[in-house]
């Protein structure tokens, strides 16, 4: 039965299974998840237990996380935000508190401990992190948590991003990583999740299903216009202008903009890619 479902967005081991999930697959047992809280500005979430694994995407700080068990200094369960299955360090999740108030807007920014600059900072969060803010004043945002947020760097979680090739355009020059998800690092689809998430629209992880779920294709021969999504096999782009890409790749390890005409060349010979699609939402 496990067979139908995609592990990645399903929480099933052949030795356990979420409760919720019973009777749709095969499982020694079936369990009821604990609600957690992300603590740490970014974690790890990986394929297996270990440091060592692949990094599969990361969580952000204020995300809530589903836990179906725990061992050995390690999390397994389910990102709430798009679903995502993985392991997490158990050290990187806390009890949750009350529905967020604000996200965080600037690509990055610092929690400090007091409402002063001069005073190291407890840790960096990334763009969407979810904050629970009990008053803001004086500048800066005092978090229900604790610690306290340059109160510019942040939005009103209903105050959401009017242009999300904007939001894109802002990580140009951010690293490279598999799986990265921040202004610190960051993959092709996460560049579009990111960017989707902050101007408040629900995007899945990975490239495939961002291709079979957002938006519709566009018909074959019609140019590509201004936030359309560029799809070849597992790498996703945005349309940054009707000749014009933004996205995070390997070639330049960084978030780049570059020429699409460019970009498909260089795919077609590098891998023998071809474009798959290009949706418009």
């Given amino acids: ?30 369990v009821t998840g604990e609600n957690t809280q992300v603590i740490e500005g ?12 692949p990094l599969d995407t990361e969580i952000l700080f204020g995300e809530h996380f589903e836990v179906y068990d725990s061992r050995e200094g390690w999390a397994w369960g389910q990102l709430q935000t798009d679903g995502y299955v993985g392991y997490v360090p158990v050290s990187a999740l806390g009890n949750p508190g009350g529905s967020a108030t604000h996200m965080v807007a600037a690509l990055r920014t610092y929690i400090f401990p007091e409402p002063d600059i001069k005073i190291p900072p407890i840790q960096l969060v990334p763009m969407n992190a979810n904050l629970r803010v009990a008053n ?31 939001v894109a355009a802002r990580y140009v020059g951010t ?10 690092g960051i ?9 989707l998430n902050a101007a408040g629209i629900d995007c899945p992880r990975d490239t495939d299903m961002q291709m079979a779920e957002l938006g519709t294709v566009k018909d ?21 202008d009707d000749q014009t890409l933004l996205h995070a790749n390997a070639n330049h390890m960084a978030c780049a903009s570059e020429q699409l005409a460019n970009a498909i060349t260089r795919i077609k010979a590098g891998t023998g890619d071809d474009v798959l699609c290009i949706r418009r939402l």
Wanted: charge should be neutral; proline fraction near 5%.
């Fill in 1 to 30: 039965m496990s067979r139908s479902l995609d592990p990645r967005r399903h929480p099933f081991r052949d030795d356990l299974a979420a409760i919720e999930l019973e009777g749709k697959v095969d499982a020694a047992r079936f």
């Fill in 42 to 53: 970014i974690a790890s979430l990986r394929r297996c237990p270990g440091h060592d694994q």
């Fill in 136 to 166: 803001i004043e004086n500048g800066f945002a005092r978090l229900a948590g604790g610690g306290f947020i340059f109160a510019d760097h942040i939005a009103n979680i209903d105050e959401r991003a009017a242009d999300f090739v904007e």
């Fill in 175 to 184: 690293p490279y990583l598999w799986g990265g998800r921040t202004s610190v």
């Fill in 187 to 195: 993959d092709c689809s996460g560049l579009v999740q990111m960017a």
């Fill in 220 to 240: 074959a021969g019609a140019p590509p216009a201004r936030g359309d999504l560029v799809f070849w096999r597992r790498h996703v782009g945005i349309m940054q």
